[in-house]
């Protein structure tokens, strides 16, 4: 069972922009499912807001543009962000502190990320190391204590390092953190992390197109009360339906540059799927669909329906997206005919060229 928390957001009403007003009160105070977030013990939406986006390596978004996400994801009833140190290196991270700012009475969990600033070297997470890079985050964020520091998809060897478990409690002892995860590639390293007694959540990408989490991560996650994050739930769009062959992305945009994993893992991009295989798995899904549900709704509420799970977090450019996005946690269930659908379309056209790699 999710541990689930109804909750109204506090109160403010604020005439500045990017400040809530009271039209927007209105909507914050709409209630969004929350689920307790594994061991951090708090509450947060079942859709959140994921900003990489917002940061770098997704085409250019403008600060204003980047504040007006962040205020629709919160008039919706979003109440978690995700970001890390590396993207924009702490822009995105400085946008999130400037909204903070902004809006003292908003309730809001940010979840954060480090180590991908440094060489990828279990030798790097020392808890000098750590600690600077956690400070970085807390001046970037402009808070004394950072509600989840994830470890960013590091080195294999740094899961099976109790070095490196005991700096992070070290860190939660001096009240810098008040709780870490950590942020994985593969199913191996989240069982590794979640058998960790103080690792509080584990993210990964999890999606109608990388389905191996369902067989053991989730399951393990909630025998041990940790929770789940689940990234990369469009798979970089290609679940949204928008994308032809012949679409074509910027040379800033790491769905460009990165398919062939030369600039980070290659599985972060569209979930490891060749470009036009994805396209034409897209166009199957969509076809599944009854009126009145459109791919990137459905393809979200799957991810919010998988036992285990306690938050979704897709990016978003436009307050448009954001809002579109929340809309998914009010939606019912997908039929048993369209999630049949949706295993057939991946047991044959995405299974064997993914399941066995992450």
Request: charged content about 20%; proline content about 6%; overall charge negative.
């Given at each position: 069972?999710h ?11 604020r005439p ?5 007003d009271?039209?927007?009160?209105a909507?914050m105070?709409?209630r969004?499912?929350q689920r307790?977030?594994g ?6 939406s ?5 900003t990489?986006?917002l940061?770098a390596d997704w ?8 504040l007006?996400?962040?205020a629709a994801?919160?008039?919706?009833g ?5 970001t890390?140190?590396?993207?924009g290196?702490g822009?995105?991270?400085?946008l ?9 009475g ?8 480090a ?16 600690r600077?890079?956690?400070?970085r ?6 808070v004394?204590?950072l ?11 740094v899961?099976?390092s109790d070095?490196?478990?005991?700096a ?9 953190i008040a709780?870490y ?19 509080a ?6 999606n ?6 369902l ?15 689940a ?8 679940l ?5 062959v ?8 790491h ?10 893992d290659v599985?972060?991009?569209?979930s490891?799927?060749?470009f036009?295989t994805?396209?034409a ?8 669909l ?5 791919p990137a709704?459905?393809?979200?509420r ?5 036992p285990?799970?306690?938050t979704?977090i ?22 048993a ?6 295993r ?15």
């Amino acid at each position: 069972m999710h541990q689930a928390v109804g909750r109204d957001l506090p109160k403010c009403a604020r005439p500045d922009a990017h400040r809530f007003d009271r039209p927007a009160q209105a909507a914050m105070v709409a209630r969004m499912e929350q689920r307790v977030l594994g061991r951090t013990g708090r509450p947060v939406s079942v859709v959140g807001l994921g900003t990489w986006q917002l940061g770098a390596d997704w085409g250019q978004v403008e600060d204003d543009a980047a504040l007006a996400v962040l205020a629709a994801a919160v008039e919706s009833g979003v109440t978690m962000f995700d970001t890390a140190d590396v993207y924009g290196d702490g822009r995105s991270e400085r946008l999130i502190g400037r909204f903070l700012a902004d809006n003292p009475g908003v309730d809001l969990v940010v979840a954060t990320k480090a180590g991908r600033r440094a060489p990828l070297d279990p030798a790097q997470y020392t808890v000098d190391n750590l600690r600077s890079w956690v400070d970085r985050s807390r001046s970037n964020l402009g808070v004394d204590r950072l509600d989840l520091v994830q470890l960013h998809c590091p080195p294999t060897a740094v899961y099976h390092s109790d070095g490196v478990f005991d700096a992070l409690d070290t860190l939660v002892t001096e009240e810098r953190i008040a709780a870490y995860g950590m942020s994985v590639e593969t199913c191996a390293e989240a069982l590794t992390a979640i058998a960790r007694p103080g690792v509080a959540s584990v993210q990964i990408i999890l999606n109608a197109f990388r389905r191996k989490p369902l067989e053991e991560v989730l399951p393990a996650a909630q025998a041990a009360g940790v929770g789940i994050i689940a990234r990369v739930p469009l798979a970089s769009g290609l679940l949204s339906g928008r994308y032809t062959v012949d679409t074509a992305f910027g040379p800033d945009d790491h769905r460009a540059f990165n398919r062939d994993g030369s600039a980070f893992d290659v599985g972060e991009t569209f979930s490891g799927v060749d470009f036009a295989t994805g396209v034409a798995a897209a166009q199957e899904f969509a076809a599944l669909l009854p009126e009145g549900r459109t791919p990137a709704e459905a393809a979200l509420r799957w991810v919010i329906d998988q036992p285990g799970v306690t938050t979704v977090i897709p990016g978003a450019r436009t307050p448009e997206h954001a809002r579109s996005n929340a809309s998914a946690a009010g939606r019912p269930p997908l039929s048993a005919t369209v999630s049949d659908g949706m295993r057939t379309i991946y047991d044959t056209r995405i299974r064997s060229s993914v399941h066995t790699r992450w």
